[in-house]
């Protein structure tokens, strides 16, 4: 069994408005790994991820998961995906759970299987008791939890989130991580796009930026997160911190007693914390304010 | 694998006949009403002072025309307007993600399409016995010219629906195409009492063999020969299966 759930080489796509959407795409996402997809609207990922999917057509380049072509094993490769689409895509006319039997017969199961698995899903993803209603009686959480179930109702190898969580709450969306964690866990991979990065730096092992099209940057997260160059802090002080100049720039005042500070990485928190004794001022509370992967997003996506 | 293809198969037919039957006051009732009022004005008031055709009461002419009219636009619009509402709810795409071949898509829709074209096309032939007593020469042939009508426009609304940009575009070929060809096709006359020209005329007219062979079946009257009329059909399923397979395969309407 080959190590990687998916592997892209060489992938090109140009629409035929002549639209150049990818340029020689390499990636490779091992198995049981959580793989953060990202990048600025428009920058190629619903197109990668709708070539994986085989809704969108291969211009040149391969695209293999678990080691088989998806162009030359459609079936093999289809029952490996589950895929979850940014935008909904639910038939809105019929009850959820006959969409859930729908499409556990597009996947071989049969009535009975695909009622047991519904409800264990439905139940972990707190919609059961919404069965019997149809997608336009669902709240927006609620439909993207459809769509969550819906993907993992034929026990998929390899799940595709697109923007998962866009338009959830925050108590929803820390459920939901939770969610990803635990069939991570019982050995899905996972592939995210978002554009909350805080929650690709939360769930993602690796992670892969593309830019109009391109691959950018493509590393373990561990790397990322203690490559940046510029952290920035919010400090709290127990006197006030008002004209006493201490950095001279980089320094933004919040009020009297705390300010944002963003330094050089290679300046250590004790230095910082120094820094101002030497001013007669005691750091009462730090926190690091901006995720690193932000950084580095606005870092590639801005300078090319 | 083939127990796989059968549940695909079956759930696709299911989901389809669950739609339509679901909602049978738009899908059923209203071709019911229309036949029932042809039948009553054309059979009934018009056709006491018409009298016979070929020996034959008026009402008894009419009548397999009748039926099969409601089999053409039921078995079209019913593939047509599920595929193509579809394809504008993005649910389609259930459909392609999913390892379903082009075949059991194709043939799922189709089937759905042909149950609502039998179920029409039973309801019309009894509500016809309310009106004149009229017995099916050869019964196993009106079924299997029913099987072969709805099939061929389920296969023609697939395609259709796949072209189709807009819910307009779900009503061109119907209103444009299919309905002059039905009135067109010997349903109220003997094409045999057109003019020379206009006999030749509906010599090109596929729907004037089905509405033929389909008389045959109810009355044993045929005006062309039932058999030209089976090949045709056959024929054209076979071309129109093929390039909605192409389309499918293709992605077409579905794929960027």
């Known amino acids: 069994m080959t190590k990687y759930a998916l592997e892209i080489n060489q992938l090109n796509k140009t629409y035929r408005n002549g639209v150049t959407a990818l340029k020689n795409i390499n ?44 162009a030359k094993y459609p079936e093999f490769t289809k029952h490996m995906i589950g895929v979850v689409p ?39 993803l707190g919609i059961w008791h919404k069965r019997e209603s149809t997608p336009r009686e669902l709240s927006g959480g609620m439909k993207r939890r459809l769509m969550i179930a819906r993907a993992l109702i034929h026990n998929p190898k390899l799940l595709i989130l697109d923007e998962p969580t866009a338009g959830v709450d925050t108590e929803l969306r820390l459920t939901m991580w939770d969610f990803f964690k635990k069939i991570n866990n019982d050995g899905v991979t996972i592939i995210l796009t978002t554009h909350y990065l805080e929650e690709a730096e939360r769930l993602c092992k690796n992670l892969a930026i593309i830019h109009h099209g391109e691959v950018v940057k493509s590393s373990p997260m561990a790397d990322v997160i203690s490559s940046t160059r510029k952290h920035t802090y919010i400090i709290r002080a127990d006197s006030s911190i008002i004209d006493k100049n201490i950095f001279e720039k980089n320094i933004h005042i919040i009020d009297d007693k705390t300010c944002e500070l963003t330094v050089d990485n290679k300046i250590s928190i004790t230095e910082i914390i120094n820094k101002f004794k030497d001013n007669n001022i005691n750091v009462v509370d730090i926190l690091s304010k901006r995720n690193k992967l932000e950084e580095l997003f606005i870092e590639l996506t801005q300078t090319k | ?31 019911v009403i229309t036949i029932f009022l042809y039948i009553t ?73 042909v149950s609502r074209a039998f179920v029409v096309g039973f309801v019309v032939y ?15 042939l009106a079924l299997f010219l ?18 189709a940009k807009s819910f307009d575009d779900i009503n061109i070929i119907p209103t444009f195409v299919l309905t002059p060809l039905t009135y067109l096709g010997g349903t109220f006359y003997s094409i045999y009492n057109l003019p020379e020209v206009w006999q030749t005329v509906s010599m090109f007219n596929p729907i004037a063999y089905m509405v033929s062979a389909y008389r045959y079946a109810f009355i044993g009257v045929e005006e062309m020969n039932t058999y030209t009329a089976i090949l045709m059909m056959f024929i054209l399923i076979f071309v129109l299966y093929s390039l909605a397979i192409y389309l499918l395969n293709k992605g077409i309407g579905v794929k960027n």
Not at chain 1, 117 to 122: A, D, E, I, N, R
């Open chain 2, 41 to 113: 004005i054309f059979g009934n008031f018009i056709g006491e002072r018409i009298g016979e055709i070929g020996g034959l009461p008026y009402i008894h002419f009419i009548i397999p025309g009748l039926i099969i009219m409601p089999i053409i636009s039921n078995s079209y619009m019913n593939v047509v307007g599920s595929f193509y509402s579809g394809r504008f709810q993005k649910s389609i795409e259930e459909l392609f993600v999913s390892p379903l071949s082009s075949h059991v898509i194709l043939i799922g829709y189709v089937l759905g399409g």
């Open chain 1, 86 to 124: 940014q935008e909904y895509n639910l038939n809105q006319f019929i009850p959820i759970i006959e969409t859930m039997i729908n499409i556990g017969g597009y996947f071989g199961l049969s009535k009975k299987q695909s009622l047991t698995k519904t409800q264990q899903l439905f139940e972990d």
């Open chain 2, 1 to 31: 694998m083939k127990n796989l293809y059968l549940i695909q198969l079956f759930t696709i037919f299911k989901k389809e006949f669950a739609r339509w039957s679901r909602i049978w006051i738009q899908t059923i009732l209203p071709s």
């Open chain 2, 126 to 140: 009894i509500v016809s016995l309310s009106f004149t007593n009229i017995p099916i020469h050869n019964i196993t």
């Open chain 1, 27 to 70: 990636l490779n996402v091992e198995d049981g790994d959580i793989f953060a997809f990202l990048g600025p609207n428009g920058a190629g990922k619903s197109t990668v991820i709708g070539i994986i999917t085989t809704l969108v057509n291969i211009t040149s380049g391969t695209v293999k998961v678990y080691g088989k072509d998806i």
């Open chain 2, 146 to 163: 029913t099987l072969l009508i709805s099939f061929l426009f389920s296969i023609l609304g697939f395609i259709n629906a796949v072209y």
